[in-house]
C-alpha cells in the first residue's frame, strides 16, 4: 500500500439496530461484518424527524472499559451520570465520557419536537486506563474548530491536528483523530490522518470521490469506507458532502466485549458484571 495517500479498502452501508429504549439506528462499526478497527469499537448512526422514533432515549445503563463520543449534527441530548457528569449539547456539540472502571450513564432527548441526528462512537482504552477514574466533557459546537482547509472545504476538528489547529478533544493514548468534512461540489482536500491509525470516512450527506488519485472511489450518502493505513486521504466533492473521518491508534491488545463492558479478559468481563450488580459502579 502506498505511504502518500491512502485508499478504501471496504464500502458498508451497516446494518439497522435498536439501542437504549427502542431507538433505532444504523451500527456500522461494531457487526458481523466489522467487528471493530482497532481501538474503533463501534460507530452508530442516527436519526428521525418523528419524536416517537427517539424521545424514549438512552436510558441509564453502565459502561466500563472505553470511551463514548456522541457527536450531536441537529437536535439536543441531555447526558447525565452517577459521578456527576452532567450537561446538554445541541446542534453541532459532542459529549465526550471515558467510562473507566465504571460509570452509569443516562443518554436523553432534550426536545419533544424535530429532527434528531447524530453519531455514537465507541473508542477503546489500553489495558493500563480501563481502570482509571471516569471523566467528562461537554464540547459545545463554539469550541470545536472550523478551519478552512481548499476552496469550498472546511473542516470541523473535534479531535487532533491538523497543520496549527488543535480539536477540542482530550488527549488519548490512542491519539483519535475526528473531524467532520464540508466540501462544496467540485472542492477537494488532502485530510492529514496519521500514518498508521486505523480510519474510516462515513459519508453522511451527498457525494464524494475519496483515495488515491489515480483510483478513487466514490461513495455516496450512508457509505462507510474503511481505509488503509498509511498516508493522507484525498477527498473529492461530486456533490455537496460532509464525510466524517475517525482515525486511532491501534492498541493490538485482547479485546473482550459483551453489552457495555469491553475489557482484555472474560475474566474481567465477570468481575464487570459482578461489581455492577453489587452497586460498586
Known amino acids: 500500500m502506498s505511504d502518500t ?14 439501542d ?8 456500522l462499526i461494531g457487526t458481523p461484518e466489522i467487528p471493530d478497527l482497532d481501538p474503533i469499537l463501534m460507530l452508530d448512526n442516527f436519526g428521525s424527524d418523528d419524536p416517537k422514533a427517539y424521545i424514549a432515549g438512552f436510558p441509564a445503563h453502565p459502561h466500563r472499559g472505553f470511551e463514548t463520543v456522541s457527536y450531536m449534527i441537529q437536535g439536543s441530548l441531555k447526558h447525565k451520570d452517577n459521578k456527576g457528569g452532567e450537561g446538554i449539547i445541541t446542534d453541532g456539540g459532542v459529549q465526550w465520557m ?3 472502571r465504571g ?12 429532527m434528531m441526528y447524530g453519531f455514537q462512537l465507541w473508542l477503546n482504552l489500553p489495558a493500563v486506563e480501563k481502570m482509571r477514574t471516569p471523566w467528562y466533557a461537554d464540547l459545545p459546537a463554539e469550541q470545536i474548530p472550523n478551519i478552512t482547509v481548499g476552496e469550498g472545504a472546511v473542516a470541523k476538528l473535534i479531535a487532533g491536528s491538523w497543520s496549527n489547529t488543535k480539536g477540542a ?22 485530510i492529514p490522518i496519521p500514518s498508521g491509525h ?28 474503511v481505509l488503509s493505513d498509511r ?3 484525498t477527498a473529492t466533492a461530486t456533490k455537496d458532502a460532509r464525510i466524517l473521518i475517525v482515525a486511532a491508534k491501534p492498541l493490538r491488545e485482547p479485546i473482550a466485549k459483551y453489552g457495555p463492558f469491553v475489557m482484555n479478559t472474560h475474566a474481567e468481563l465477570r468481575q464487570a458484571f459482578a461489581d455492577f450488580q453489587s452497586g460498586r459502579f
Do not use: C, W, Y
Open 5 to 18: 495517500a491512502r485508499r478504501v479498502v471496504k464500502v458498508t452501508r451497516g446494518m439497522p439496530a435498536e
Open 20 to 27: 437504549g429504549a427502542g431507538v433505532k439506528l444504523t451500527r
Open 98 to 100: 471515558t467510562a473507566g
Open 103 to 114: 460509570v452509569v450513564h443516562s443518554e436523553m432527548p432534550a426536545q419533544t419536537s424535530g
Open 169 to 190: 478533544g482530550p488527549d488519548r493514548p490512542t491519539e483519535p483523530f475526528i473531524v467532520d468534512i464540508d466540501l462544496k461540489a467540485g472542492s477537494t482536500t488532502d
Open 198 to 225: 486505523n480510519a474510516f470516512a462515513f459519508v453522511f450527506q451527498g457525494a464524494a470521490k475519496l483515495g488515491q488519485q489515480t483510483m478513487p472511489r466514490e461513495l455516496v450518502k450512508g457509505d462507510l469506507a
Open 231 to 233: 498516508g493522507a486521504l
